[in-house]
C-alpha cells in the first residue's frame, strides 16, 4: 500500500496551546481559512487568523452539496495554500474534512459519485490528505474534528463517507469556540456523544471488561455533564469537557473488535432527520425510548438487552435525579429533564416511504441494519413518532 499511514489526530485542548503550536510549526505557512458564514467576525476565527499566516478567507454556508465539495476541493488543489483551517459546525468541518482529501486525490471523486443504494461510501485506504487540516468545532458532540467519517448531501440521500485519511490532522478545542453555542444544542451535543459510545456499548453483545468499564465511564461523565449544562448552564468548564469527551467516543478502543454498523438507530435517525427536516438529535430523542424498549424485549438485532440493562443502572447510579429502572421509560424521562426535543410528528404515508429509504441505503442485503426488515423499519418508526394530531395539521 502507497501513501503513509494516516496518524490520529492531535487535539489541542486550548487557544494558548494552539497559538505555541502555530509559532513553531506553521510560522510562514499558507493558511486558507474555511469559516461558517455566520461566524467570520467571531473571536475565534479572529484568533486562528491572528496566529497562522492567513491569507484567504473562505465563507461557507449551509449544509454543502457533492458540487459544492468538489468546487472546494478544485480551489484548494489550484491554490498556494499550505494548511487549512476550518470554523465550524460538523457540517462545515465534514465538507473541510471531504474537500481536502479530494483535492490530494481527484480517484476520490468516483467513490462519491458511483451509482448505488448504499448509504455507505468507502474512500480508498491508501488516499492522504496534501494539504493538513486543522478543525476548530463551535459546537459539541459530533466530534468531526477527530473522525474518520464524513456526511455528504447528495441527490440520493444523506450519505456516510468513510475513510482513514479524513481525519484532520490538528483540532482545537477551546470554548472560545463555542461561546454563545445555546444551551439546548449544547444539551443535545451531549446526548449525541452519550448516543453514540451507549449505542456501540450495547449495539454489539461481546463483554469485554476493560473497553466495557470505558465506555461506562465514559457515558456516566457525559450523563453528569448533561444534568449540569440544563441546571447551571454551558459554562466554559463543561463545554470543554464535552468537547474532550465527545472526541474520546471516535477513539478505535470502542468499536475494537465489535460490529462497525453496531449503532443501529443512526441509520434510522439519518433518514428520519433528512425526510422530516428535523435536527439530526430531534430523531435521535424520539427513537431512543423504542429502541431500548424492543432491545429489552430481546430484539437483539438492535442490540443487547443484558448489556443495556447493566449500562443504564450505571447511568442510574450516577444521575442526580431519580430516572425509572426501566431504560425505555429511563430514558424518555432524562430527555424530559434534559428539555430535549423528542416529539417530532409525521404521516403515515411520509413513515412508509422513509422506511423504505432507510431499508434501501441501509439494508435488504446491506449489513447496517442488522437483519432488519422493512416491517421492522415500519414498526419502530411508527411507534416513535406518532401522526399530527388536529392542532398540527
Given at each position: 500500500?502507497?501513501?503513509?499511514?494516516?496518524?490520529?489526530?492531535?487535539?489541542?485542548?486550548?487557544?494558548?496551546?494552539?497559538?505555541?503550536?502555530?509559532?513553531?510549526?506553521?510560522?510562514?505557512?499558507?493558511?486558507?481559512?474555511?469559516?461558517?458564514?455566520?461566524?467570520?467576525?467571531?473571536?475565534?476565527?479572529?484568533?486562528?487568523?491572528?496566529?497562522?499566516?492567513?491569507?484567504?478567507?473562505?465563507?461557507?454556508d449551509g449544509p454543502g452539496t457533492l458540487e459544492s465539495v468538489v468546487a472546494l476541493a478544485d480551489r484548494l488543489?489550484?491554490?498556494?495554500?499550505?494548511?487549512?483551517?476550518?470554523?465550524?459546525?460538523?457540517?462545515?468541518?465534514?465538507?473541510?474534512?471531504?474537500?481536502?482529501?479530494?483535492?490530494g486525490d481527484p480517484g476520490v471523486l468516483p467513490r462519491l459519485t458511483a451509482p448505488q443504494r448504499s448509504g455507505?461510501?468507502?474512500?480508498?485506504?491508501?488516499?492522504?490528505?496534501?494539504?493538513?487540516?486543522?478543525?476548530v468545532p463551535t459546537t459539541l458532540g459530533t466530534g468531526a474534528e477527530v473522525s474518520r467519517v464524513a456526511c455528504?448531501?447528495?441527490?440520493?440521500?444523506?450519505?456516510?463517507?468513510?475513510?482513514?485519511?479524513?481525519?484532520?490532522?490538528?483540532?482545537?478545542?477551546?470554548?472560545?469556540?463555542?461561546?454563545?453555542?445555546?444551551?439546548?444544542?449544547?444539551?443535545?451535543?451531549?446526548?449525541?456523544?452519550?448516543?453514540?459510545?451507549?449505542?456501540?456499548?450495547?449495539?454489539?453483545?461481546?463483554?469485554?471488561?476493560?473497553?466495557?468499564?470505558?465506555?461506562?465511564?465514559?457515558?456516566?461523565?457525559?450523563?453528569?455533564?448533561?444534568?449540569?449544562?440544563?441546571?447551571?448552564?454551558?459554562?466554559?468548564?463543561?463545554?470543554?469537557?464535552?468537547?474532550?469527551?465527545?472526541?474520546?467516543?471516535?477513539?478505535?478502543?470502542?468499536?475494537?473488535?465489535?460490529?462497525?454498523?453496531?449503532?443501529?438507530?443512526?441509520?434510522?435517525?439519518?433518514?428520519?432527520?433528512?425526510?422530516?427536516?428535523?435536527?439530526?438529535?430531534?430523531?435521535?430523542?424520539?427513537?431512543?425510548?423504542?429502541?431500548?424498549?424492543?432491545?429489552?424485549?430481546?430484539?437483539?438485532?438492535?442490540?443487547?438487552?443484558?448489556?443495556?440493562?447493566?449500562?443504564?443502572?450505571?447511568?442510574?447510579?450516577?444521575?442526580?435525579?431519580?430516572?425509572?429502572?426501566?431504560?425505555?421509560?429511563?430514558?424518555?424521562?432524562?430527555?424530559?429533564?434534559?428539555?430535549?426535543?423528542?416529539?417530532?410528528?409525521?404521516?403515515?404515508?411520509?413513515?412508509?416511504?422513509?422506511?423504505?429509504?432507510?431499508?434501501?441505503?441501509?439494508?435488504?442485503?446491506?449489513?447496517?441494519?442488522?437483519?432488519?426488515?422493512?416491517?421492522?423499519?415500519?414498526?419502530?418508526?411508527?411507534?416513535?413518532?406518532?401522526?399530527?394530531?388536529?392542532?398540527?395539521?
Amino acid at each position: 500500500m502507497t501513501g503513509r499511514w494516516p496518524q490520529p489526530t492531535r487535539v489541542l485542548p486550548s487557544a494558548a496551546e494552539f497559538t505555541t503550536w502555530a509559532a513553531r510549526h506553521a510560522s510562514g505557512t499558507r493558511t486558507v481559512l474555511l469559516v461558517d458564514a455566520h461566524l467570520t467576525d467571531s473571536a475565534i476565527a479572529a484568533l486562528v487568523v491572528r496566529a497562522l499566516p492567513v491569507h484567504e478567507v473562505v465563507p461557507l454556508d449551509g449544509p454543502g452539496t457533492l458540487e459544492s465539495v468538489v468546487a472546494l476541493a478544485d480551489r484548494l488543489r489550484h491554490g498556494p495554500a499550505r494548511l487549512v483551517a476550518a470554523v465550524g459546525g460538523g457540517s462545515l468541518l465534514d465538507q473541510a474534512k471531504l474537500a481536502t482529501a479530494l483535492a490530494g486525490d481527484p480517484g476520490v471523486l468516483p467513490r462519491l459519485t458511483a451509482p448505488q443504494r448504499s448509504g455507505l461510501v468507502l474512500l480508498p485506504g491508501e488516499n492522504t490528505r496534501p494539504l493538513p487540516l486543522l478543525a476548530v468545532p463551535t459546537t459539541l458532540g459530533t466530534g468531526a474534528e477527530v473522525s474518520r467519517v464524513a456526511c455528504l448531501n447528495t441527490a440520493q440521500g444523506k450519505r456516510l463517507v468513510v475513510g482513514r485519511s479524513l481525519a484532520p490532522e490538528l483540532a482545537l478545542h477551546d470554548p472560545l469556540a463555542t461561546t454563545g453555542l445555546p444551551a439546548e444544542l449544547a444539551v443535545e451535543g451531549v446526548l449525541e456523544a452519550l448516543f453514540r459510545v451507549a449505542g456501540v456499548h450495547v449495539g454489539d453483545p461481546q463483554d469485554r471488561p476493560v473497553e466495557d468499564a470505558l465506555a461506562c465511564t465514559l457515558a456516566t461523565q457525559l450523563l453528569g455533564l448533561g444534568y449540569r449544562a440544563v441546571e447551571d448552564g454551558p459554562g466554559e468548564q463543561v463545554r470543554g469537557a464535552v468537547a474532550r469527551l465527545s472526541a474520546l467516543t471516535h477513539g478505535d478502543w470502542l468499536q475494537l473488535d465489535r460490529d462497525p454498523y453496531a449503532l443501529r438507530g443512526w441509520y434510522l435517525a439519518n433518514e428520519l432527520s433528512t425526510a422530516l427536516g428535523i435536527r439530526k438529535m430531534t430523531a435521535v430523542a424520539a427513537l431512543l425510548p423504542t429502541l431500548f424498549r424492543r432491545t429489552t424485549a430481546g430484539d437483539g438485532r438492535l442490540g443487547s438487552a443484558e448489556r443495556l440493562e447493566r449500562l443504564w443502572n450505571e447511568l442510574r447510579s450516577a444521575a442526580p435525579r431519580p430516572l425509572p429502572a426501566d431504560p425505555s421509560a429511563g430514558i424518555a424521562a432524562l430527555l424530559e429533564h434534559w428539555g430535549v426535543d423528542h416529539r417530532p410528528t409525521a404521516h403515515p404515508a411520509d413513515l412508509d416511504a422513509i422506511a423504505r429509504r432507510t431499508v434501501r441505503a441501509w439494508g435488504a442485503g446491506l449489513p447496517a441494519l442488522g437483519g432488519l426488515t422493512l416491517g421492522d423499519v415500519r414498526e419502530i418508526l411508527g411507534d416513535a413518532v406518532p401522526a399530527p394530531g388536529p392542532a398540527a395539521r
